[in-house]
Nanobody, 124 residues
Framework: EVQLVESGGALVQAGGSLRLSCAASGFTFADYAIGWFRQAPGKEREGVSCISSSDLTTHYADSVKDRFAISSDNAKDTLYLQMNSLKPEDTAVYYC?????????????????WGQGTQVTVSS
């Protein structure tokens, strides 16, 4: 059974930093693409970043480029999202998700398994 468990969400002031973690189990981490998505109240879910576990290719949404960094530790089957220079508009529930195949894309319908999410709130 595939399981994804996010952690690290918190309330932080604008300009601050957080690191989200996603602990994965039930599949071979290195054979999948893994991504972070977020959904703010009243808005559609959007892709934030993804990484191909096979060659570590990454993609970022324009809104987070140069502020967020995705990484994976295949030995620990854990995905991370380092978020710096946080803005109030980054407030959302953040989800990690896994898709079969190694191609990394920020398209939520491509992803097969989802975690339960972790809340990130950025105060102004």
């Amino acid at each position: 059974e595939v399981q994804l468990v996010e952690s690290g969400g918190a309330l932080v002031q604008a300009g601050g930093s957080l690191r989200l973690s996603c602990a994965a189990s039930g599949f071979t981490f290195a054979d999948y693409a893994i991504g972070w998505f977020r959904q703010a109240p009243g808005k559609e879910r959007e892709g934030v970043s993804c990484i191909s576990s096979s060659d570590l290719t990454t993609h970022y949404a324009d809104s987070v480029k140069d502020r967020f960094a995705i990484s994976s530790d295949n030995a620990k089957d854990t995905l991370y999202l380092q978020m710096n220079s946080l803005k109030p508009e980054d407030t959302a529930v953040y989800y990690c998700a896994v898709k079969r195949g190694s191609v990394c894309q920020l398209l939520d319908y491509e992803y097969d398994y989802w975690g339960q999410g972790t809340q990130v709130t950025v105060s102004s």
